[in-house]
Structures are given as C-alpha cells and as structure tokens.
C-alpha cells in the first residue's frame, strides 16, 4: 500500500512576506491614481547648485505660481535645493499637496525673489486621456500579472531559498513593470494611512534593491558559496545603502518640514552605482554557480534563467544608467523620456518574471545537486 505523505504547511513568515507585499503594491496602485499634478516643469541640475527649470508647460501650476524658463530654485519652504534630485518626483515633490502654498525661492538674473506655488484639487486619474488610460492598464495588468507570479513562486517553494529569492525579486519586478506609486504627494498620500499599513510601505521601500539580485544569484538553484561569510562580505555595501535608505524615508514620510535627508547631493548618484555594481555582482554569480552545477537538468534550467536574467538585469542596469546621466545631458534625457525607450525596457523587464515562474514551478523539488567547492 502507497505512503501517503502529509502536505507541509506553509510558513507563517511566507504569509506575512506576501501580505507585506500585496500591501505595498496596493499602495502603489492606489497612489498611481489618486496622486496630484506635477508642477509642469523640466528641470536639471543647476551649475553653481540648485534646480535649473529648462521648460515650463502653459497652464501648470509652475507657470500659474511665475516660474519662468531659465531660474534656479534654490529653495523651497525654506529648505535647500542643492540639485534636481532635490527637487524633482523624489524628494520634496513627494510633499506637494493641493490647498497648501509653498514658497519658492528663486533666482533669476541673478536675483533673489520669493514665489508662491500652488497645486489644483484634481488627482492624476481625472487628467488621462484615453491612449494614457491604454498604457496604464497594460502596465497594471502586466505589474499584477508578476506580482501574481511572484505569490505563487513563494507560496509553492517556500522552504527553497534560492525559489524565495527569486519569488522575492518577481515582486521587487512587478513595481517596475506596474505602475509607480510615486510622484507628487506620495508621502501625503502614505501618511494618511493606519500606521499598521505604513509599517510595511515603509519596509519594503527601504529594503528593496538590487542586492537582491546578488543573492538570488547565490542561491538558486543551489547555493553558490559553502563559505559562508563570503556572501555577508558581499553585501556591506547593500547593508550600507538600507541604512541610507532608511534615514531618507524617514525624512521624506515622517519630516515633511525636513523632507531632503541630510547627506551630499551625490549620494544619489553613489547608490544607483553601488545598485548597478550589485546587478552586475549577481550575474558573474550567476554565471559562476552555472559553471559548478553537475546536474544535466538544473544546468538546463539554469541557461534558461541566465538568458532571462541577462536581458532583464541588463536593461535594469542600462536604465539605472540613463537615470543618473539624464540630468546632465539633453541627449540622455531624450532618450530616457522616450516612450519606444520604456517600451523596450518594459519588454525586457519581463522575461526574467516569466522564464523564472515557469522553470521553478516546472521543475518542483529535485534532489541536491553537486557544487564544487566555492572559495
């Protein structure tokens, strides 16, 4: 007679996990919705410090509050604009909200002058037209549909850890691919939720990054180095980088009247390469745990994965790359506000999600593999 075998329950933890996220990608979508206009300016990084205003668009409340193309803000409610990044959908403009003036200070001709910037009670869902509607939802529908994946990878091999890595980097994808929360009021818009929702937005927005590549990398599908401070040792860095990301949450959700963290503008730029240099870390790990794999089947699945991982992580990479030259370059800028650029990045974001979900739960649970020895 057949040993029926008992069906492990699954982790408590794995349940809080996908809670945690469903949480924060439901604030997501909530915020890509009911977030307020933009100031309606194209900025860049001021020579001699500041927010330089290339462009004003008719009608935005930067044109209504007398910002004209060419001045610099230097500051705003009294708090140092240092560069673009200060000013722009990440830092202070998280605190902008309808009802509430907010004093500008700029400069022009070389002259000081105080201007007042106000935004209208209208909530980005009442702006889009029909064609930006289209493109929302394909990037909702394609953000749920890895978020789903991400859920059923971690609920179905939770006590793998290279299958929970990798579930967890399906749900770090699905923010890419859907549509991002952020944008103007975004902390006004978080601190109006109960505390106990805010635990986990905050959590996750501090605690995602691109080191989760690198681990992944380590682990799947069998782990990478048997020594085991190598890893820890290679993720200093990432360690470092939460810490930062922490203090700047914390300032831009819980001090509005501080929203731009303490620290030198080019903090910024340090952690889009201490994220690329992790990206870049996880595929030459990846490509190292390939080369000691024994097993004919899991190398297979594994070429399948590192093709995946090549285009999306490489296309990470490449937009972590625009992202920090675009300020400083026209043509950059082009290129990353390009709609056929978001296209091609949003395609290949999503082979790494569907190459992974369908490997994982293909191969189901296969006996340890063989490593050789990692040093």
């Known amino acids: 007679m057949p040993t029926l075998t008992q069906k492990r329950r699954t982790p408590w933890w794995a349940w ?12 997501d979508i909530y915020t890509s919705c009911m977030r307020f206009a933009r100031p309606g300016a194209a900025i860049s990084d001021a020579p001699k410090g500041g927010a330089l205003i290339r462009e004003v668009a008719p009608g935005s409340p930067m044109e209504k509050a007398g910002v004209r193309a060419g001045d610099i803000v230097v500051a705003v409610d009294g708090q140092a604009i240092r560069a673009a990044h200060d000013f722009d959908e990440i830092e202070m403009t998280w605190q902008f909200e309808p009802g ?14 105080q201007l007042t ?20 939802s394909l ?10 994946m991400g859920l059923v990878v971690l609920l179905a091999r939770p006590r ?11 749900l770090m994808f699905a923010r890419f691919l859907g549509p991002w929360g952020g944008g103007v009021g975004y902390a006004v818009l978080f601190r109006q939720l109960p505390f ?23 682990l799947y599908p069998r782990p990478v180095f048997r020594r085991r401070w190598i890893l820890p040792v290679l993720l200093v860095p990432a360690l470092l980088m939460i810490v930062n990301n922490v203090l700047r949450l914390y300032h831009r959700f ?4 501080q929203a731009i963290a303490p620290g030198p503008p080019w903090a910024f730029r340090l952690q889009l390469a201490v994220e690329m240099a992790n990206v870049l870390g996880g595929l030459v790990v990846l490509a190292l745990g390939y080369k000691r794999l024994k097993d004919a089947h899991e190398r297979r699945s594994l070429r399948r994965i590192s093709f995946g991982a090549l285009a999306s992580f490489g296309a990470l990479v490449f937009s972590f790359w625009l992202l920090s030259s675009e300020p400083s370059s026209p043509v950059f800028r082009r290129i990353f506000e390009s709609q056929a650029t978001g296209f091609v990045l949003l395609v290949l974001w999503s ?3 569907v190459v992974f979900a369908h490997t994982v739960l293909r191969s189901g649970s296969r006996p340890a593999s063989s490593i050789g020895n990692s040093e």
């Not at 004093?103 to 070389?110: F, G």
């Not at 793998?160 to 399906?170: C, M, Q, Y």
């Open 16 to 27: 809080l996990l996908a809670a945690s996220f469903l949480i924060g990608f439901g604030f």
């Open 351 to 353: 082979i790494f999600p």
């Open 196 to 218: 106990l929702l805010q635990v986990p937005v905050f959590t996750l927005s501090a605690l995602l990054g691109g080191y989760l590549i690198l681990i992944f990398a380590a």
């Open 139 to 148: 990037s909702a529908a394609l953000g749920l549909l890895y978020f789903a």
């Open 100 to 113: 509430k003036p907010f004093l500008l200070t700029v400069e022009r001709n070389s002259e000081r002058m």
């Open 254 to 257: 819980y001090m509005p009247a």
């Open 117 to 136: 910037l106000l935004f209208p009670e209208r909530r980005v869902w009442q702006m889009r037209n029909r064609s930006q509607w289209l493109d929302y």
């Open 160 to 170: 793998e850890p290279g299958a929970v890595a990798g579930a967890v980097l399906l």
